[in-house]
């Protein structure tokens, strides 16, 4: 557990005023305040949220530091920018492990509840888990249907399925599309893995294959 430090009084205006204006002393005073103060939040969210540890918590202090001290020339009110800044970097630290998460443990209750292509993602977590035999050829044909599918689809969920995950708004600017077209065009491949597999699924049952002859 990070050693939690006694709260520091936070800076006046005056020593904001002054660290933007480049005066060492009041930077250095200005950024042991910050990096104390993000340490404390992080860490007393630790027993209150089971995805964050204490390796965590001094992480993201130091990342809320270096966004800090980055921003720090357009900040007009102290506390009240430093208490947005964790919350927010804590909610989206929180959002990603979540993701990674269901992406790893993803259960038949599950399975349709999200782009069920995430399932293709190759970990060793995933590796395993015990699969029923539904979910297990859920997998090996959404895996199929991405390997098979065209070079910008192939693109687009390489940044999906990346360890943090980008949003389609980013995935848009880097490949040069519209946001729009670029949810639909998931969205459409998507559909259809899950009408092919649907429909492998019927005649799998109706022809009584088991777990075996994946094809």
Known sequence: MPQVK???LPPNQT???DAQAGICSARDELSRW???EGLNYFTSRIRTEPLLGPEEAQD???ESLLEFQKALPRIRTLPRYVRRMFRNNLIRH???KRARRNRECLGQDQFEEFDFIDSIRDSQPQEAIEWSDKEAYRI???RRCLSEAD??????????LADEPLGYRQIGEIMGMEEAALRMRVARFCK??????KRKERRRVSQGHGSHGMK
Not at 151 to 160: D, E, N
Not at 192 to 197: F, W
């Open 94 to 96: 929180l959002t990603r």
């Open 34 to 36: 910050v990096y104390n």
């Open 192 to 197: 259809g893995v899950r009408l092919a597999v």
């Open 15 to 17: 020593s904001l005023e």
């Open 140 to 142: 090996y044909y959404s």
């Open 6 to 8: 006694p709260n520091l």
């Open 60 to 62: 993201l202090a130091g």
């Open 151 to 160: 070079p910008i689809m192939k693109t687009i969920w390489l940044y999906r």
